[in-house]
């Protein structure tokens, strides 16, 4: 079947810049997972477009389900250990209340950028839902009941709690039709979205087949960048033939090998979760940060001069970068192959352990070294810092120049920026 080409304003308006905005978010956005949900079966189901799947899935409107989903990632990263935490917008958190909660679903949601996960999650309309992150010996879990909005994790006996969900801002996981906190989407629909919404002329989308997910009937929709350069190969979104709801989000490299992005339901169940579902009472003994305390100490540390035109998803760390840092982020390119181009506070490249401009921690440096790929071009001479997706050069007088391409295409860049 040839492929549908996306280009109709009316459906959704195409965010060319999601992928480079999300790259320079140092890639915390970026849900990376290996394919760990097997289909089965490939059911014989009614013909249907690309373009009648898509309306499919626009016209969803399942207001109540439950069901448990797998999450994995798999960027091709080496090990962080106890970094991982240092490099997490809003991580360090501790139990006094003033260097942030260990149960902000902000900061302990980005976890699922990592790893590979468990979840279980329940939804009753616009104003009660559920998301649960289990592990071996914890669970950490969101809660949206109402006007009440409560995150627990039960490793350190933590609790956030915001009053109206409303009001509780980003940080507070807005559980409104079922979405968790801005940049962490953590279900195939979610996925599946954020894709479908930047889709335009650059894009090919098509259906191929069907499968079998958690015991049902699914149509598999695959969209795949026209552009060369880009490191994505191709996401298969499974979607539901009865209810039109996204199953399963599968994002493989152009590169080959195993899936960069791989998130599907186990278990699914469209049915009423009981009400009990979405009532808690933190347990005696548990230490809770109210969200008004955590937005508080955030304005009062935000930057003052901020460009007004600055994403709202940007992480903490990269809001902070003042002095010539993000006022000056330009994107080069449209779609698959955008390209973002900023300025590091200073005019400098990174620092090395050995540099004058400061010490840097072993564990920071070998994790650098470990991506690093030194390249040299018109633009002089830098580093590319290389995931299974994500690629960033950082040159050596101060510029970095990030997307979801090739080594290549991001020296290309540097060298036309000349």
Avoid: C
């Amino acid at each position: 079947m040839a492929p549908y080409e996306s280009e109709s304003a009316g459906r959704r308006k195409a965010t060319r810049y999601v992928v480079p905005v999300a790259v320079v978010g140092v890639a915390a956005a970026t849900i990376g997972l290996v394919p760990a949900l097997a289909d089965s079966g490939n059911p014989d189901l009614p013909k249907i477009s690309a373009q009648q799947l898509i309306e499919k899935i626009a016209k969803s409107d399942v207001q109540q389900m439950s069901g448990t989903v797998k999450i994995s990632t798999d960027l091709g990263l080496p090990s962080l250990g106890g970094m991982a935490g240092g490099f997490t917008p809003g991580a360090g958190g501790s139990s006094d209340g003033k260097a942030g909660s260990s149960a902000d679903p902000q900061s302990k949601l980005t976890e699922l950028a990592t790893g590979t996960h468990t979840l279980r999650i329940a939804a009753d309309g616009a104003d009660r839902h559920k998301l649960s992150v289990l592990d071996s010996a914890a669970e950490y879990s969101v809660i949206h009941n109402g006007d009440e909005v409560w995150a627990y994790d039960s490793a350190s006996n933590e609790a956030y709690h915001a009053k109206d969900a409303a009001a509780a801002g980003d940080r507070a996981a807005k559980h409104r039709k079922g979405e968790t906190p801005k940049g962490v989407p953590a279900t195939p629909k979610e996925l599946a979205d954020e894709v479908l919404k930047a889709s335009g002329k650059t894009t090919s989308i098509s259906v191929e087949g069907t499968s079998q997910v958690a015991g049902r009937d699914a149509y598999k929709l695959l969209v795949k960048p026209k552009q060369a350069g880009s490191t994505v190969g191709g996401i298969t979104i499974s979607v539901d033939a009865k209810t039109g709801v996204p199953l399963k989000f599968t994002l493989t490299p152009a590169g080959g090998g195993k899936a960069v992005v791989d998130a599907g339901f186990t278990k699914v169940d469209f049915s009423k979760p009981a009400a009990s579902t979405f009532d808690f009472t933190p347990p005696k003994g548990t230490k809770v940060t109210e969200g008004d305390d955590l937005k508080a100490r955030d304005k009062s540390h935000a930057p003052k001069d901020m460009p007004k035109d600055m994403p709202k998803d940007m992480p903490k760390e990269l809001r902070d970068a003042q002095g010539g840092g993000m006022k000056d982020l330009k994107v080069i390119g449209e779609g698959w192959t955008s390209i973002a181009e900023l300025k590091l506070p200073g005019g400098q490249g990174l620092p090395t352990g050995g540099s004058a401009s400061g010490d840097v921690p072993p564990e920071a440096q070998k994790f650098m070294d470990a991506l690093g790929d030194h390249v040299t071009g018109k633009f002089g001479s830098g580093t590319v810092f290389s995931t299974r997706l994500v690629n960033a050069l950082v040159t050596d007088d101060g510029k970095v120049y990030a997307g979801a391409v090739t080594k290549d295409a991001l020296v290309k860049a540097a060298n036309a920026a000349q």
